[in-house]
């Protein structure tokens, strides 16, 4: 039974990023006392770019870095000098800034021109890194993740072929309305987590938000709605603007 879905609502974004840092670092701080590191996949997007920031100006002398391993949720399927790649986001925002070992970075390598390829490839790093035993999926410590204005979540979008993968932990998949694919963890993997949390922020994502937390719309329709940690939390940071067509009060 997945667990109940924490809805933290914030008055502006900058007060959002806070508490998410927050969150993280308090996730950081357990994972390292139980299990000696952390495991993270960041999300891409414009959204956590500022947390991601305000982590390297605030944490970046009290994390214990060299017990963190950072990986992503989803990439564009460009190289990593590319504007649109997630990980150039989070390296120039973050990784860069911080006196993180490069060996516990594991990016996308979302520059072979076979995105299927890249995908297996990184399947291959989270079994070897997680030693995933047969049937078993990669338990993240946390997953950060946005949502489009369509719902989709990491490169789950709607009715995508990936939305139907119940065995593997990354896939290529083909977006036509954007017309190409995207290398995304699976919602096995997203399910698996021990906390997922989702950034939410600006007006835009409003109606979206009412649907995915308050409306009946088919899920496949709104892949958010398809996340929900089977043994693990589920948090939603969203500000006032995102929230503002919420009907439960604040
Ligand atoms: C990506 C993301 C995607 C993103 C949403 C929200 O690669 O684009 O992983 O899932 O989180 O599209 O994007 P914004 O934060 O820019 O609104």
């Not at 996949?41 to 060299?66: E, M």
């Not at 800034?97 to 995908?119: G, L, Q």
């Not at 709605?225 to 604040?250: M, Y």
Request: with cysteine; net charge negative; glycine share 4%.
């Amino acid at each position: 039974m997945s667990a109940p879905v924490e809805l933290r609502r914030l008055a502006t974004p900058q007060d959002l990023f806070h508490a998410a840092a927050d969150e993280l670092l308090r996730a950081a701080g357990s994972a390292i006392a139980q299990r000696g590191r952390f495991t993270i996949a960041l999300s891409g997007g414009s959204t956590p770019r500022n947390l991601y920031a305000l982590i390297a100006a605030n944490a970046s002398a009290s994390l214990p870095w060299d017990q963190m391993f950072f990986f992503w949720g989803d990439e564009r399927h460009v190289p990593p000098d590319d504007p649109d790649s997630n990980f150039r986001m989070a390296n120039e925002a973050l990784l860069s800034k911080v006196p993180i070992p490069p060996a516990n970075i594991f990016r996308i390598p979302a520059e072979n021109p076979d995105a299927a390829a890249a995908a297996e490839t990184y399947e291959q790093t989270l079994r070897k890194f997680f030693a995933v035993a047969p049937g078993e999926f990669p338990r993240f410590d946390l997953i950060l993740l946005g949502m489009g204005p369509d719902g989709h979540a990491a490169s789950l979008f709607p009715e995508t072929s990936a939305l139907q993968e119940k065995s593997r932990f990354v896939v290529a998949n083909r977006v036509e309305k954007l017309e190409t694919s995207r290398i995304t963890l699976t919602l096995p993997v997203l399910n698996a987590a021990r906390c997922v949390a989702f950034l939410v922020s600006g007006t835009d994502k409003a109606a979206v938000l009412h649907e995915v937390l308050e409306g009946n719309a088919p899920a496949e329709k709104y892949p958010s709605k398809l996340v929900r940690p089977s043994d693990g939390k589920l948090i939603w940071f969203v500000d006032r603007a995102a929230a503002s067509e919420l009907s439960t009060a604040a």
